[in-house]
């Protein structure tokens, strides 16, 4: 079993999403743990949704979420022929939030609504593989990583995750070589998500890697490669 994770670059566009779908097809024979970020700029995105939102700015933030909706849903069509509606219990989750006051502090409300963009992502690249005929299992990871209520710098349990990951994921290898999650999330023991901090992806495909016993663990980038040294210090610096 082997863990792939690709980056927000590398989904960021309808042409680079079918490319990741080249990419897994091309290892079809193999079981494989995928994690994906948000696409490109959504996080961005989203910190400007609960910006709005926690300042009081109810419409502001509800119509700078239409705006997140309104790429997804592009891309969404542009990927799948039939109507899907694998992204509105996702959306309705946020909407009914943005609707209300804030209660609590700035970080619980960043948790809640910047954590839907892996859901968007993994929901849309799960739907068009799918549609490729390249048969995967989506999971909502919340269900798997349990954390502690730090929010946005939350601590896994590892106990209890790792419990879950061979309760839940391992089965699923029996149905399709492919199970797709999100990285950066997690969720609280009262079912509150939970983000592992900036860049916590590539944490997610570790804390699976090791979990999982993987035998390795491929960050696939959108680049052809990295330098083995800083090349303005050393010339002979190679790809």
């Not at 409300?109 to 963009?117: E, K, N």
Request: with cysteine; net charge negative; glycine share 4%.
């Amino acid at each position: 079993m082997k863990v792939f994770k690709f980056g927000g670059a590398s989904i960021n566009s309808i042409d680079r999403i079918e490319n990741v779908g080249k990419i897994i097809k091309s290892h079809s024979n193999e079981e494989i743990l995928i994690i994906i970020s948000a696409m490109g700029k959504t996080t961005n995105a989203l910190e400007k949704v609960v910006d709005a939102f926690f300042a009081g700015q109810n419409k502001e933030a509800l119509d700078l979420f239409e705006a997140i909706k309104n790429e997804h849903n592009y891309v969404l069509t542009q990927l799948i022929q039939k109507e899907h509606n694998c992204l509105k219990d996702f959306y309705t989750e946020i909407e009914w939030l943005l609707h209300d006051n804030p209660v609590r502090d700035y970080d619980y409300y960043y948790d809640q609504i910047v954590c839907c963009g892996e859901l968007l992502s993994t929901a849309i690249i799960s739907a068009y593989l799918n549609e490729v005929d390249v048969a995967n299992t989506w999971v909502d990871v919340r269900d798997i990583f349990r954390t502690d209520n730090n929010f946005r710098d939350a601590v896994i349990d590892w106990d209890i995750t790792s419990t879950k990951t061979h309760e839940q994921i391992t089965p699923l290898f029996n149905k399709t070589n492919f199970v797709i999650t999100q990285g950066f999330i997690g969720a609280t023991d009262e079912n509150e998500s939970t983000t592992l901090g900036r860049e916590g992806s590539d944490y997610s495909a570790a804390i699976f890697a090791n979990l999982l016993n993987a035998e390795n663990q491929t960050i696939w980038k959108d680049v052809e490669g990295v330098m083995n040294a800083d090349p303005k210090q050393f010339k002979d610096a190679k790809l």
